[in-house]
């Protein structure tokens, strides 16, 4: 009796389960290309990522059999997915932040150094001989 609880019986959906998906996923694709005729202001990003979300679901899920196999195999899918949304956000944060350090490294370091003192001149000069020709 133990042999037998421990078979996998792969599960099997109905072909109508396939074709239903696949014409939703049509639906959402003919949704989102009609979507973008469309200014949705602000809301443009929101509005395209949901229903790409939708399709992501569908296809995780049915297609790739999440909602039927191992809870173990979602688990490790949507903990990918965490960390990836979670390394995203600090690529982003860092990239949208940069700007708030050029103030501080455009400056000189030393502000009176004989360097800028000659490279005024050089350019004053260059300049000056710019407007003769």
């Not at 708030?100 to 000056?128: G, M």
Request: no cysteine; hydrophobic share 45%; proline share 2%.
């Amino acid at each position: 009796m133990s042999s037998e609880s421990g078979k996998h019986y792969p599960h099997v959906l109905p072909l109508s389960t396939y074709f239903s998906v696949a014409g939703a996923l049509l639906a959402l694709t003919a949704i989102t290309v009609w979507m973008s005729n469309f200014h949705f202001g602000e809301w443009n990003l929101i509005v395209a990522m949901a229903v790409a979300v939708t399709k992501a679901i569908l296809v995780a899920l049915i297609f790739m059999h999440l909602l039927y196999d191992n809870k173990m195999y979602l688990t490790v899918f949507l903990s990918s997915l965490i960390f990836l949304s979670v390394f995203i956000t600090f690529t982003l944060y860092d990239t949208m932040r940069r700007g708030d350090i050029y103030d501080e490294v455009s400056q000189p370091i030393q502000k009176r150094a004989a360097l800028y003192e000659t490279l005024k001149k050089d350019s004053t000069h260059t300049k000056s001989s710019e407007v003769h020709h």
